[in-house]
Structures are given as structure tokens and as C-alpha cells.
């Protein structure tokens, strides 16, 4: 009688435990004589064509996507895109939303002033002849002349002859570029890294590009979902009042986080995805056109609003010369396309093909 009230025990232990763990499983992966081998295709591995009538094509050898450059790679994931913290009463332009985010790569600091350096030297030397160099000095270098014309009774005759020229500030943030210009410099980048891999019979990577809004939040938010701040929550300073980003503290106090202007592109610490200056320093430019109601309008999974007809664009993160609410991860702003300013830079970011989310499943 024992011995039966133990089976039945032990029946019900298998039955309860079978289901938990089917549950506890996400997927399987496929490597069954009975299914035709890996992932349920034939054995016939290496081969690519038709056999007997039938498609033989497994996946061609030799995709590897390396991390570009410079670049870290952003896991995917979703969050609840908008304010983290209270909003302007008045403003309510980041309504809360959930998005999903694929992983994609990005820039760890901002565009430099010596990297924007390669691409004008390189459309002086290439494309003189068919862009010509008044087009390229007046819509590809920089303005440098945006540190008078942006402020009013401002001395900014030194940053306007050494800011872009000087190797003073090479490692500093570029700077008065537009968005059409710093697209160009997306298309140039990537021609630069596709051509070399044509060359060496590699497959194209993915082009490079401004990052979405979308993706910018995601990717400043490091991984904290409801974080205030790149770094968290709730202050600017640290325990022993060092500021934590550049950007117009207290009254004005522009020296206090150690830097009138701009500072290095990898200057403070980065968030948890290795990422610099996502708050202050220069706000940088998205792929997004501005509108209102993006929340409402725009899809939930990898979320984008691209609108030719519309002039203003997207900008994020804060810069040098604004107050803290702009350095929060939620709040939004624009400026139209052709301006150059000297508090507005830009990063790349470049899709990773793979859109796993690194996670295991079983």
C-alpha cells in the first residue's frame, strides 16, 4: 500500500514538474535526426543548389558583424519612452510611452572635431570637382563663426580661430554642423568602411546613421528604464558636489562642472553602456522630424517619425550652455535642419543585424 501511495506521488511530481518546465522554456533549438537534422533541414551541410528537386542553401559562411570602430553595442529591450521626472506644466512635449528597442550600435562619445576633420579633408581632395569647394566650405566645414553669432555681446572671437582649427580641441565635440551635413557624414563613413570590405570580398555592413529618437533615449538611459539622469537619479552633483555632466549649473556658474564651453568627448563618466556625455556638453542631433505628437503617431516597436517635408528636427541631451531640465533623458527640443549652432553635435549608430537581444533560449 506504501509502495502504491509513493507511485502515485511520484506520477504527480512528473506531472506537475513536465509542464514547468515546457514553461520555463523559450524555444527550441532544432538538431533532430527526426526533423531532418539541424534546424529541421537536410544533412547535405556545405552544399548550396538544387538536389534531386529539392532547394539545398544553408547560410552563407563567413557573416560576422564586428563592432565598428569606436562604436558599443546597445542591447535591445523596452522602456517606458518620456519623462522620468516631472515635465514642464506647460511643455508636455515627451508624453510616457512603451517602445521596444532592437540592439544597434553606437558611438561611444560624440563626433570629434578631428574625426569631422577626415571627412572635409577628404571631399577636398575627392570631390572638389564635382561639389565644388564653395559648396563644401559653406555647407560641409563647420561655421565656425556660430561662437559670435549665437549669443548676444559675447566675446567669442578665440573660440571662433582655435575651436576647429587648433589641436587644442581635437578630442573636443564638433560643432557647428547641420543635420544635413552631419547625415552626409553617415553616408561618407559608411561608403569609407564599405568600399575596404568590397576590396577584401567581405559582405557590407549596415550604413551608418543618426541615431532615432527612440534609440537615443533608450541608449541614454543606460539600462536604468526610469532614470532621470544618464547616470540615475535624482542630483547633478555627486556626494563631494563634483558635477556629473557639463551643462549652465546654479545661476549660471558655467565653470563649476569644470568647463566654460564645451569639454573633451570623453570627458565625466559614461553610463552603464559605456556611453559619454549623453547629458550636457552638446546636444546632438536625431534622425527624427519634430512633432507634438510623436508618442501618439509613431509605431511602438523601434519607433521613428522621418518627415522630409518637415524642417525641424529632433534634438537631445542638453549642451554646455543649458540648464539641467535639458540634460534629463526624457525632454525633448528642436531645431530646423540647416541651423548651426555651436551647442549642437551628433553621434552615429549602425543596426546590428543579428536583432537578438542576447538572450539564451532554449
Not at 18 to 44: D, E
Not at 59 to 67: D, E, L, N, V
Not at 118 to 141: C, F, H, P, R, W
Not at 322 to 329: G, H, K, P
Amino acid at each position: 500500500m506504501n509502495e502504491r501511495h509513493m507511485s502515485k506521488r511520484l506520477i504527480w511530481s512528473l506531472l506537475i514538474l513536465v509542464p514547468m518546465l515546457v514553461v520555463q522554456s523559450c524555444g527550441k533549438k532544432g538538431n533532430n535526426a527526426s526533423n531532418g537534422g539541424k534546424g529541421g533541414k537536410g544533412s547535405r551541410k556545405g552544399e548550396v543548389g538544387v538536389y534531386n528537386g529539392e532547394i539545398v542553401a544553408d547560410a552563407r559562411k563567413g557573416w560576422k558583424q564586428p563592432t565598428p570602430y569606436g562604436m558599443v553595442l546597445i542591447p535591445s529591450g523596452s522602456y517606458l519612452m518620456g519623462q522620468a521626472d516631472e515635465d514642464v506644466a506647460t511643455a508636455q512635449v515627451n508624453f510616457n510611452k512603451r517602445v521596444t528597442i532592437s540592439q544597434f550600435f553606437m558611438d561611444d562619445t560624440e563626433i570629434t572635431n578631428n574625426e569631422y576633420r577626415q571627412y572635409v579633408n577628404a571631399m577636398l581632395t575627392d570631390s572638389v570637382s564635382v561639389l565644388g569647394e564653395e559648396y563644401i566650405m559653406s555647407k560641409v566645414y563647420p561655421d565656425t563663426t556660430v561662437w559670435k553669432k549665437d549669443f548676444t555681446y559675447h566675446n567669442g572671437d578665440p573660440m571662433t580661430e582655435y575651436y576647429y582649427s587648433s589641436p587644442a580641441f581635437d578630442r573636443y565635440p564638433v560643432v557647428g554642423v547641420s543635420w544635413d551635413a552631419a547625415r552626409d557624414f553617415c553616408r561618407w563613413r559608411t561608403s569609407v568602411l564599405n568600399d575596404y570590405r568590397t576590396n577584401e570580398n567581405q559582405a557590407a555592413m549596415p550604413r551608418f546613421e543618426l541615431p532615432t529618437e527612440s534609440q537615443w533615449e533608450w541608449a541614454a538611459r543606460g539600462g536604468k528604464s526610469g532614470a532621470k539622469y544618464p547616470w540615475g537619479n535624482p542630483y547633478v552633483a555627486n556626494g563631494k558636489g563634483c558635477m556629473l555632466a557639463n551643462f549652465k549649473p546654479q545661476r549660471g556658474n558655467y565653470d563649476a562642472d569644470g568647463y566654460a564651453y564645451t569639454a573633451p568627448a570623453n570627458m565625466y563618466n559614461p553610463n552603464e553602456y559605456g556611453l559619454y556625455n549623453m547629458a550636457g556638453n552638446v546636444a546632438e542631433w536625431c534622425l527624427d522630424a519634430w512633432a507634438d505628437n510623436a508618442a501618439v503617431v509613431t509605431w511602438d516597436l523601434n519607433s521613428d517619425n522621418i518627415n522630409d517635408d518637415e524642417p525641424r528636427k529632433v534634438i537631445r541631451g542638453g549642451s554646455w550652455k543649458d540648464v539641467a531640465y535639458f540634460l534629463e533623458t526624457g525632454t525633448r527640443s528642436w531645431e530646423y535642419k540647416d541651423a548651426r549652432r555651436s551647442y549642437i553635435g551628433f553621434r552615429c549608430v549602425m543596426q546590428h543585424l543579428g536583432m537578438s537581444s542576447g538572450r539564451e533560449f532554449r
